[in-house]
């Protein structure tokens, strides 16, 4: 069974950065891909980046091209998301999801297992 933690979120002034992190266990990730998610009450889960586990090629969507960006350490079993330059519209609950595929996919959907979320809020 598949587990994923998310940490690191937290509070932060407008311009500010953060790095979230997902840990998984359970797996041998080596042919999963690894999406980040950002939801706000009322609204659908959006895509904001993505990681191939093994080859470390990433996607990321294009509003927050240039700011956010995922990276990961193997052997600690660790997707990271870094977010730069946040803006209050970057207020949400974010998500790490894992799917058994790889191809990068934009649609939550096509994710099996999800983390329980971490609140990131940006003041202006």
């Known amino acids: 069974q598949v587990q994923l933690q998310e940490t690191g979120g937290a509070l932060v002034q407008a311009g500010g950065s953060l790095r979230l992190s997902c840990l998984a266990s359970?797996?041998?990730?080596?042919?999963?891909?690894v999406g980040w998610f950002r939801q706000a009450p009322g609204k659908e889960r959006e895509f904001v980046s993505g990681i191939h586990w093994s080859s470390g090629s990433t996607s990321d969507a294009d509003s927050v091209k240039g700011r956010f960006t995922s990276s990961r350490d193997n052997p600690k079993n660790t997707v990271f998301l870094q977010m730069n330059n946040l803006k209050p519209e970057d207020t949400d609950i974010y998500y790490c999801a894992a799917r058994r595929f790889n191809v990068i996919s934009y649609s939550s959907s096509d994710y099996d297992y999800w983390g329980q979320g971490t609140q990131v809020t940006v003041s202006s």
């Open positions: 359970g797996r041998t990730f080596s042919r999963y891909t």
